[in-house]
Nanobody, 125 residues
């Protein structure tokens, strides 16, 4: 059974950094694309960034320069490093698998077939 699970969320202050992790199981991780999304009560699900199986990355303009995606194939884990966090970054963050994604497919949520349960990130008091 293919599964992904996010971790690393929490409460931080504006300007802080946070690194989220997404561990995958039941899949040949090194041959899968991965993406990060977020959703808040006031906003629809938003694509943040993704990486295809070869390591090519793409980011949403809203987070470009602040968020960075990396992966460790040996640990079947992808990371989202978030810097200079703002209150508007408050949301539930999700990772997802996109086994057949090319770089242009990564921003589209319907291309992903396995989603985690999400991890809450809250920026501010």
């Amino acid at each position: 059974q293919v599964q992904v699970a996010e971790s690393g969320g929490g409460l931080v202050q504006p300007g802080d950094s946070l690194r989220l992790s997404c561990a995958a199981s039941g899949v040949t991780f090194s041959r899968s694309g991965m993406g990060w999304f977020r959703q808040s009560p006031t906003q629809e699900r938003e694509f943040l960034g993704g990486m295809n199986w070869s390591g090519s990355k793409t980011y949403a303009d809203s987070v470009k320069g602040r968020f960075t995606i990396s992966r460790d194939n040996a640990k079947n884990t992808v990371y989202l490093q978030m810097n200079s966090l703002k209150p508007e970054d408050t949301a539930v963050y999700y990772c997802a698998l996109c086994p057949r994604c090319i770089i242009s497919s990564l921003p589209r949520a319907h291309n992903y077939d396995t989603w985690g349960q999400g991890t809450q990130v809250t920026v501010g008091s």
